[in-house]
């Protein structure tokens, strides 16, 4: 699939048929994600594929998926018949920046003023959810807030974040998002040329940067 294709394809899926996904068709879409790039090639993200349906299961009561049900949505947690939980650990980062390629002799350690670690995390999300479109399939994310004791569940490390969980599957009806009502905003309020504009008189993009 041509990439233009994968992107206007990519949205969040809340429900998935009965269907169960090939092993090595999740397997390269995890892959996908332990390509992303990371701060000093730390690569400090991690996954958790879950496809046993009790475990799924579980998951989705951590997540009061009846409750979800009874406003009206489908079961798209339990009902996905694959799940890939997220997951960073910020001390692997800040171990990787104590190393003598990243630090020198005596240079106080670094503060950090933007937490890569989850900056890394999202970049491996989103390679998920590109490579599930690509193989033909679509893709959920449920974020850990949602998710109260999902490390006690899938026995993950007290140094390790879990960010989400990605629902893998292939696609079924759903109903759209109250959220999109929104609307995508223009590209004239998000996209700054050279200094950042008013987005009331957005800058006019350089000759050689407008489309045919």
């Not at 993200?45 to 998926?65: G, K, N, Q």
């Not at 998000?190 to 800058?203: L, T, Y």
Request: aromatic fraction near 8%; charge should be negative; hydrophobic fraction near 45%.
């Amino acid at each position: 699939m041509e990439f233009a294709e994968v992107l206007r394809r990519r949205r969040m899926v809340r429900n998935y048929t009965e269907e169960s996904v090939d092993r090595a068709v999740l397997e390269a879409v995890v892959a996908a994600g332990a390509r992303a790039p990371s701060a000093g090639y730390t690569q400090g993200h991690s996954f958790v594929v879950v496809t046993e349906p009790a475990r799924r299961e579980a998951i989705a009561t951590l997540a009061d998926e009846e409750a979800y049900v009874a406003a009206g949505f489908e079961p798209w947690i339990s009902r996905a018949p694959a799940h890939v939980v997220v997951c960073v650990s910020e001390e692997a980062y800040r171990r990787r920046y104590r190393e003598p390629d990243k630090r020198r002799p005596g240079e106080p350690e670094l503060e950090w003023p933007v937490p890569y670690w989850f900056v890394d995390a999202g970049a491996a999300l989103m390679a998920i959810l590109l490579a599930a479109v690509d193989a033909g399939l679509a893709a959920g994310f449920l974020g850990v807030h949602s998710l109260p004791g999902l490390r006690q569940l899938l026995r993950i490390p007290d140094d390790v974040t879990p960010i989400g969980v990605v629902t893998v599957g292939h696609p079924a009806p759903d109903r759209p998002s109250g959220s999109l009502r929104r609307g995508r905003l223009p590209l004239e309020r998000m996209v700054h040329w050279e200094a950042w504009s008013d987005p009331d008189r957005p800058a006019v993009p350089p000759a050689s940067a407008t489309p045919p």
